[in-house]
């Protein structure tokens, strides 16, 4: 049973278009998400997070929305940079429970130069 | 500061012989984790310990993994008995704990069962 999932398994997208990194989740519980960017033999890098109580968190030239009703987030990268190439995993949790975070399968972005 | 860092970053072994997986996370962080990646696959929760708490164990996936952690600091997974769909890149993480949400990941062991 997949709670938390990235339909897409790649994206590619022009340097300086926006990039749109999707996720969906299934459990009601989870109040708290996250997005986290990993490079080929690296560990995963924290990006950015949003709590249930917001529908949008900006960093820079990140952006996360959250689409509660819909049980629906999504990563906004712009403008789309050739560093910024690599997998995304959204993950979830229920800041009610263990902390225990659930990832999704990932989403390979590739930023054309 | 130091990351977490994880030992040995690359690990072969023979089918039926047991493995350990060491974790050493960030100073003073309470909350450690265990994932494995297997290949195409996402971030598959193992465990989880957050200072003198029970464990959450719930991700293991037989009684031949098991995980340790002493003192609070160093944690290590064990696989006994390996099988090779134990194959998988095994990745800890750390955070500061409860009201901290944000996880600083090692690099990864990649365990390669023959």
């Known amino acids: 049973d997949q709670q938390v999932k990235q339909n897409s398994p790649s994206l590619s997208v022009q340097e300086g278009r926006i990039s749109i990194l999707n996720c969906d989740y299934t459990n009601s519980m989870f109040d708290y998400f996250l997005w986290y960017k990993k490079y080929p033999a690296e560990g995963p890098t924290f990006l950015i997070s949003i709590s249930s109580i917001k529908d949008k968190n900006e960093d820079g030239r990140f952006t996360v929305f959250l689409n509660k009703s819909a049980k629906h987030l999504s990563l906004h990268i712009v403008p789309s940079q050739p560093g910024d190439s690599a997998v995304y995993f959204c993950a979830a949790s229920s800041t009610s429970g263990t902390y225990k975070y659930i990832f999704g399968t990932g989403t390979r972005l590739k930023v054309l130069a | 500061g130091a990351g977490v860092s994880q030992s040995p970053s690359n690990k072969v072994t023979e089918k039926g012989k047991d493995v350990e997986l060491r974790c050493d996370p960030i100073s003073g962080h309470t909350a450690l984790y265990w994932y494995r990646q297997s290949l195409g696959q996402g971030l598959e929760f193992l465990i989880y310990?957050?200072?003198?708490?029970?464990?959450?164990k719930s991700g293991l996936p037989s009684d031949r993994f098991s995980a340790e952690r002493t003192g609070g600091s160093v944690s290590t997974l064990t696989i006994q008995r390996t099988q090779q769909e134990d194959s998988a890149v095994y990745l800890c993480?750390?955070?500061?704990?409860?009201?901290?949400?944000?996880?600083?990941f090692g690099p990864g062991t990649r365990l390669t069962v023959t």
């Open positions: 993480a750390s955070s500061l704990g409860y009201g901290s949400y944000e996880q600083y």
């Open positions: 310990f957050q200072g003198n708490s029970a464990p959450d």
